[in-house]
């Protein structure tokens, strides 16, 4: 792997680029970017209502990260990254992002407006049962849904223990399989269920 | 409904299954985040730290003797910068939990860690660049496994939405919370520092404070500057979706936003069309 962040520093005329041996902590933060950057863009993408707010947060997660690098754990890197989203994430709902000058390329690139189809009316009631669940249930969910977590690596997201991931999940499946079939049979609107709280 | 049934209907909901907001994310880009989060200072190691709290334990005891003076202004050695040494963070007790409010976001942060030591809370504050209008603000937050149960307010309610001042960070943490915790905090830039938090560019003590800039020619934003004492080393310019960086604009652009890249430094948004 090129080592961007070496290059460009090296670069800088500070040293030269043939000579100096690239930052190992440079070099490992570069990996874990590279390999992560666009995982973590999506999951930001998916949770905001305007794509082109994602380019702050995203370099919010790996500006955490690149300050905590000692504290990635190496096997379950990219579910530590969805944690800290998570946590940037929900002070962007309360109205705490800055704006970041490291993100100003990115958010150009995100300024598109993306294409909205109208989805068929399964999916519309499932995603109106989605809506009722509370935000942890519903993000339990969308982590193994939509990122694709297995356990193991959603409770590395959530800072739990795996038994205590499984649990949760469970729950949270069994709610919405409640809410689904409850809606389906009364062709009634749910009431908001109670859940597991962020 | 089975297990499988469940998670097959959530994921026909992911709402970028056809289009992947990656795709559209240049090299360039990814690049320049990379680059620029891997110039930003990274956390002081411990031994330094603690050479800094060495350095302070005397100005401490000066400062208990002066019990009557509020706030202690020294010079810290090996740093130009002053420090006010005041009481860094307010602690009250709220049944099972502690509310920790940030009075004095100009404080060293080794000041803030000292005291959330002291309750045997291993949650530590830092403070970085940021522009005048996020400073004091708590823009940014790390944790540890169970730091979900750590809640981020601010005093009054509401004020870093709508832009007031003053503005207090407060933290309500449990009391028996055994996790770890990084909490940032915007400071004043230094001069020629990097900003990592900023601000609406016309935002309370910003560079372009009180003024309509949107849709201005580039000529008239820039003689606001200039009086105001900011300089443009840059601008972005998008143009069929490919954003370029050139050093120069004709006056005539139209400005679209901006943002303050270091402490006397604005980069501006333009556009030859309005």
Request: net charge neutral; with cysteine.
């Amino acid at each position: 792997m090129t080592h961007l962040l070496t290059r460009t520093r090296t670069g800088s005329g500070e040293a030269s680029p043939v000579s100096e041996p690239p930052d190992p902590r440079l070099a490992r933060f570069e990996t874990l970017f590279t390999c992560h950057h666009d995982d973590v863009l999506r999951y930001v993408v998916r949770r905001l209502d305007v794509r082109e707010d994602a380019a702050d947060l995203v370099a919010e997660t790996f500006l955490v990260a690149w300050r905590r690098l000692d504290d990635v754990p190496d096997k379950q890197a990219l579910p530590w990254l969805y944690g800290v989203a998570r946590r940037v994430l929900a002070n962007h709902r309360r109205g705490e992002t800055r704006r970041h000058g490291l993100a100003d390329k990115l958010r150009d690139d995100l300024r598109t407006e993306p294409p909205v189809a109208e989805p068929a009316l399964e999916l519309q009631h499932a995603a109106e049962v989605l809506r009722q669940l509370s935000d942890a249930d519903r993000e339990l969910l969308s982590l193994v849904a939509w990122e694709g977590l297995d356990t193991t690596q959603l409770a590395a997201a959530l800072g739990c223990s795996r038994n205590s991931a499984a649990v949760r999940l469970h729950r949270a499946r069994r709610r919405l399989e409640r809410l689904m079939d409850q809606t389906t049979t009364s062709g009634r609107q749910p009431a908001a269920v109670r859940g597991e709280h962020a | 409904m089975s297990k499988h049934e469940t998670l097959d209907l959530l994921r026909s909901l992911d709402p970028i299954a056809d289009d992947d907001p990656a795709a559209a994310v240049q090299d360039d880009s990814r690049q320049e985040m990379l680059t620029r989060i891997g110039q930003t200072p990274t956390p002081q190691p411990i031994a330094r730290k603690g050479a800094v709290r060495r350095r302070l334990v005397p100005v401490l005891v000066v400062g208990t003797v002066v019990a009557a003076a509020a706030v202690l202004v020294v010079e810290r050695p090996g740093d130009a910068r002053q420090e006010a040494l005041g009481p860094a963070l307010s602690f009250s007790s709220e049944g099972d939990y502690l509310r920790v409010r940030i009075v004095d976001p100009e404080a060293d942060s080794a000041r803030y860690n000292k005291e959330f030591k002291k309750r045997h809370l291993n949650i530590t504050l830092e403070l970085m660049p940021g522009s005048p209008s996020t400073v004091g603000l708590s823009p940014a937050a790390g944790f540890g496994p169970n730091s979900d149960n750590i809640e981020q307010s601010e005093d009054p309610a509401g004020c870093v939405a709508a832009g007031t001042f003053p503005c207090v960070p407060q933290f309500l943490i449990p009391k028996n919370y055994s996790g770890e915790a990084q909490l940032v905090i915007s400071r004043a830039a230094r001069p020629g520092e990097d900003i990592q938090f900023g601000g609406r560019i016309d935002g309370r003590g910003e560079a372009l404070q009180g003024v309509k800039f949107k849709n201005m020619r580039v000529s008239q934003v820039l003689a606001i500057l200039k009086q105001r004492g900011y300089t443009v080393p840059e601008y972005r310019v998008t143009v069929d979706n490919y954003t370029s960086s050139p050093k120069t604009v004709p006056g005539t652009y139209f400005v679209r936003d901006g943002f303050l890249h270091k402490d006397k430094e604005v980069i501006l948004f333009a556009s030859a069309k309005r």
